[in-house]
Each structure stands twice: as structure tokens, then as C-alpha cells.
């Protein structure tokens, strides 16, 4: 299961920010990652538009990605790993968070995966996760977009460093995307039709080996 925001939803950028649409199903990364994956894997999407780790959003109450994990976890159980890929919309200027804040809002996530087991009544035990940084965010020329995420590429580019330091000190596989691609959207936010193939393609080299146990892979 991907668990996300509108980068794992599939949000096409455009220049105004909204309003927008999807991606097709197999321009998706997550679509590109169960291409690549093939027969014998199922490859699960569980991302929404503005979803932050664990904080209330004063405009959607819905956003709070702690508040419905463990019910998206119980949902499809058994699961075999979550992929989480967050914090980009932690940024945003009117939540006043730090990179360290952010990534305190990862760890609540990762706690509650690890704590998943049962769920639902079930026999199930918790599924692995595996932690992915977001790339930090382009130059934003829309005007308001860029007020809404003021200070948010320097918060974004730090990122990569701290979900690593995270990742290692909790035991957990981690990924960087920021290492393999830029964000291309137009609207410096959200993915191109290229990102979405690039991290697609590196994740289907990575899920493999985190489901046959390899205990820490770190690209």
C-alpha cells in the first residue's frame, strides 16, 4: 500500500495550482511501480490531495494523514508493506514546522504502522514500511502557491537527511527520491508525467528486496 498525498493521488500540475486532474492509471508512479513489479504483487493507492503526516488542516479537516492510516491499514489487510512517501504539505507557511517537526510527524506514522497488527480483528501481522523522502519543492511562480509554501523549498531540502537519519535510528528501509529526480510539474509541486515513471521505476528495484528481508536499504 502507497500511503500519500496528491504526489501519490497522481495531481497533474498546472500553472494556477487548481483546479486540476489525475494522471491515468499507468502514468502514476504507483501504476509505473506495479508495471515494473508484474505478476504476483498488487500494488494498492491510498493518496489524497493536501494530506500532512499528523497535523489538522484548518481548510479539510480530511488531511490528516495519522488520523486515517491505521484505518487504511485495516482496510486492506494483510499487507505485506506500506510505502510512505509525506511531508511535503507540512511545509506549508501557516503550519509554522521546522524539517524537525516534519519528520516528528513521520515517526507518529511509522509508530502506527508498526502497531497495526490485529487490525480489523484479523490474525494479520503488521505489514513492513518503507520510509520515502519527497523531493524538496521547485522555484513556485504561481503567486499564491508560493505564499502558501513560503520558506517550504528550504524545509522540503532538508528533508532528505533527516527521513535517512530516521529511517536508520527506527530500522527501516528508506529511500530518497530526491536523489533520482527533481519536481517537474509546472507548478514546482507536483510531479511530471517523467517523475512519475522515474520513481516508479526505482521503487520496483527497492520493494523487492525490502519484502525478501533485506534489513536496510537505503538508495
Known sequence: MCYGDSLTWGSLPV????????????????????DQLGDGYEVLEEGLNGRTTNLDDPIDPRL???????????????L???V???????AKAYFERSPLDIVTGIAALLGI??????????????????LVAPPPLAPITNAWLAELFKGGREKTQALGKLYAELAAFVGIPFFDAGVVLSTGGTDGVHFSKENNVTLGV??????????????????
Open 80 to 82: 505485506d508493506l506500506v
Open 113 to 130: 504502522v508498526s502497531a497495526s497488527a490485529g487490525g480489523g480483528g484479523t490474525v494479520y501481522a503488521a505489514p513492513h514500511a518503507l
Open 64 to 78: 490528516n494523514g495519522a488520523r486515517h492510516l491505521a484505518t487504511a491499514i485495516a482496510t486492506h489487510m494483510p
Open 84 to 90: 510512505i512517501m509525506l511531508g511535503t504539505n507540512d
Open 202 to 219: 526505482a521503487l520496483a528495484a527497492i520493494v523487492p528486496l525490502v519484502l525478501e528481508g533485506v534489513p536496510s536499504v537505503e538508495v
Open 15 to 34: 500553472e494556477s495550482g487548481i483546479p486540476t486532474v489525475r494522471y491515468g492509471d499507468c502514468d502514476r508512479w504507483t501504476g509505473v511501480l506495479a
